[in-house]
């Protein structure tokens, strides 16, 4: 089945420090979301991604969808204690059987100290 | 408000029992999915439906089953067939189905997830 390689695992920063995290697949997807998960909760989204090349920004977060749609990357700028959370990317075909599913990376653990 | 409810937050197995996991959406929403979560492990899909009384198996279906008695409803069965249970458990749905092909890149939206463990 089709994997995605997300990267990294985890990361330690410093409070106001930028982070950056990013998704690979050797499949090609249509569609890149982006969730945040907190402990004992449902993921959130973040920032859906529908178009190659496509930038968008959702307050201090980016994510770009890549442009041979193998890849995305999500951006935080200015990180504060609460963005500490395990990051989710998912990416999403829209041929045959597999119109409705996701594929989800492996999450990365961000952990932000103050 | 809307929003998808899992009940119960915490389950309690014992061997050889069949336990259900309920998940309930007032969104309005055609597709609705249920996944597992192990710790340092991306979600993994058990079942998925793209619309009422119709579900298809994901990639770890073994053990699991669901039904779609209603477009809200998406409920889960954790069966004894089903060797290592203890995980997170997330229902999500979408605004999506057969047909609806304006709709069909609208994001999944989450439960906040039932922990399952064995007894």
């Known amino acids: 089945g089709q994997q995605l390689n997300q990267s990294p695992q985890s990361m330690f920063i410093q409070e106001g420090e930028d982070v950056s995290m990013n998704c690979t697949s050797s499949?090609?997807?249509?569609?890149w979301l982006w969730y945040k998960q907190d402990p004992g909760e449902g993921p959130v989204l973040l920032i859906a991604l529908y178009k190659a090349g496509e930038l968008t920004s959702n307050g201090r977060l980016t994510a770009q969808f890549g442009i041979t749609r193998k890849d995305s990357f999500l951006n935080i700028s200015a990180s504060i204690p609460s963005d500490v959370g395990i990051y989710f990317c998912?990416?999403?075909?829209?041929?045959?059987?597999?119109?409705?599913?996701?594929?989800f990376g492996k999450g990365t653990l961000l952990t932000v100290n103050p | 408000d809307g929003g998808i409810t899992q009940s119960p937050k915490y389950l309690f197995r014992k061997e050889g029992q069949n336990v259900t996991l309920s998940c309930e959406q007032n969104?309005?929403?055609?597709?609705m999915y249920w996944y597992r979560q192990d710790p340092g492990q991306g979600l993994r899909l058990i079942y998925y439906?793209?619309?009422?009384?119709?579900?298809q198996k994901g990639d770890i279906a073994e053990g699991y089953s669901v039904s779609r008695e209603k477009k809200e409803s998406f409920p889960l069965t954790v069966t004894s067939a089903q060797k290592n249970p203890t995980a997170f458990y997330l229902c999500a749905s979408s605004r999506e189905g057969q047909g609806s092909v304006s709709y069909s890149n609208q994001p999944q939206h989450f439960g906040d997830g039932t922990r399952l463990s064995i007894l």
């Open positions: 499949s090609i997807f249509n569609t």
């Open positions: 969104l309005n929403h055609d597709a």
């Open positions: 439906s793209q619309i009422v009384h119709d579900f």
């Open positions: 998912a990416g999403r075909t829209r041929s045959g059987g597999s119109n409705y599913k996701l594929t």
